[in-house]
């Protein structure tokens, strides 16, 4: 199986500094599995913007698959009562 590489952006990077604990952890775990899988049960494409979103825990995983140089790029990470505004 082929890995995806995982580009964090710097908005996402501030984003995950800003999580602690169990939180952290359910992304880092998250965001690991993308590199297997980049489109995963459960993840849904974007309608109003590129991209797709996948869920770890109360938070949301923004993020665009390049396909062909085989990367996801995560642009942001936010809870789930912030990630639709």
């Keep these: 199986m082929i890995k995806y590489r995982i580009?964090?952006?710097s908005k996402a990077g501030k984003d995950m500094n800003s999580i602690?604990?169990?939180d952290f952890d359910a992304l880092k775990k998250k965001i690991i599995s993308l590199s297997e899988?980049?489109?995963p049960f459960g993840c849904q494409k974007l309608?109003?913007?590129e991209g797709y979103r996948t869920r770890a825990g109360d938070f949301r995983i923004l993020?665009?698959?390049n396909d062909t140089l085989k990367e996801i790029i995560?642009?942001?990470i936010k809870h789930r009562r912030?990630?639709?505004r």
């Design 7 to 9: 580009k964090i952006i």
């Design 74 to 76: 995560i642009y942001r």
């Design 82 to 84: 912030e990630a639709y």
């Design 37 to 39: 899988n980049p489109r």
């Design 47 to 49: 309608t109003n913007e």
């Design 63 to 65: 993020y665009r698959i």
């Design 20 to 22: 602690t604990g169990r």
